[in-house]
């Protein structure tokens, strides 16, 4: 897509008319803020914890978004148990799949067969990238939440380039020193892009044992609060492990499994509170 004109474009009579094509093509421009979910490690749930928060805050009133930019591993889809529905284009592009009150867009959603291997290089990333932010009918949102793959590569960094409204990033991780070491990473991105970020997301913090009550560390502990006073921002929720809203997000019902798992609720709630404190 050209990004300027100088009026004399050829498809445009006058300026007048090529500055309305100008706005007509901006679909971004309804969106208010991006919200960045990134995580320097993979496996952390990064993606379930990117749909649960867009989930919750749309459940809170909220107009949202959610792109999913993992390219190689796009998982919203297969959360909401979409994947084999495709994307259709309407008159000024893509329309979002609307799922438990969010607009989803996903390359899962664009793909001949979900299970296809994307195997691209940067600038074709990049492209579909920019493609999917500015050639999709968002109108109106609070917020877009954008679910990026592990570590901070060509899709962040283009990420956060596109994006021409303010932004904020949340990092998800998990207790253990190998997830953090991969996540201080990602605190350090953030500041050198001038990225403010909300706070840290402890996932898999602990398994409370459905029979007899108990709680148990399986990944250590401590390690989002570590995080957090590495980051300077507050350590937002600590998710617990429950096997039950697993298995929902696995059978495509995430939604679901949301409201039969109060102890994830609660935690995500913080999250919704402090999306929605700031000004």
């Keep these: 897509m050209s990004s300027s004109c100088s009026g004399n474009c050829g498809s445009c009579s006058s300026a007048g008319s090529c500055s309305e094509k100008k706005e007509e093509a901006n679909l971004l421009k309804g969106v208010r803020e991006a919200i960045l979910v990134l995580s320097g490690k993979g496996g952390v749930g990064k993606s379930t914890v990117a749909a649960s928060v867009a989930v919750e805050l749309a459940k809170s009133g909220k107009k949202v978004g959610l792109l999913d930019v993992d390219f190689h591993g796009p998982s919203q889809p297969t959360l909401f148990g979409i994947q084999y529905l495709r994307l259709e284009e309407g008159q000024k592009g893509f329309l979002p799949v609307e799922v438990a009150g969010v607009k989803l867009i ?12 994307v195997i691209w290089r940067g600038p074709a990333k990049n492209g579909a990238l920019k493609q999917l932010l500015e050639e999709t009918e968002w109108g109106e949102l609070d917020y877009l939440v954008l679910d ?3 570590g901070t590569g060509d899709e962040a960094l283009s990420g ?4 021409p409204m303010p932004k904020r990033a949340l990092v998800v991780t998990t207790p253990q020193e190998v997830a953090l070491a991969d996540c201080r990473k990602c605190v350090d991105f953030c500041a050198k892009l001038e990225v403010p970020i909300i706070g840290i997301i402890e996932n898999m913090s602990g398994f409370v ?21 590495k980051a300077n921002a507050p350590l937002l929720a600590q998710i617990p492990m429950d096997p039950a809203f697993l298995r929902r997000c696995d059978d495509g019902e995430l939604p679901a499994g949301l ?8 935690e995500l709630d913080k999250v919704v509170n402090a999306i929605t404190a700031a000004k």
Aim: net charge negative; glycine share 12%; charged share 20%.
């Design 259 to 266: 409201e039969n798992s109060p102890a994830v609720r609660a």
């Design 209 to 229: 044992c459905p029979d007899c009550g108990s709680r148990h560390e399986l990944f250590g502990s401590g390690g989002g609060a570590l995080l957090a006073k």
């Design 106 to 117: 996903s390359v899962g959603l664009v793909l001949d067969d979900p299970d296809h291997a």
């Design 160 to 163: 956060c380039q596109l994006l």
């Design 148 to 150: 990026f793959p592990p």
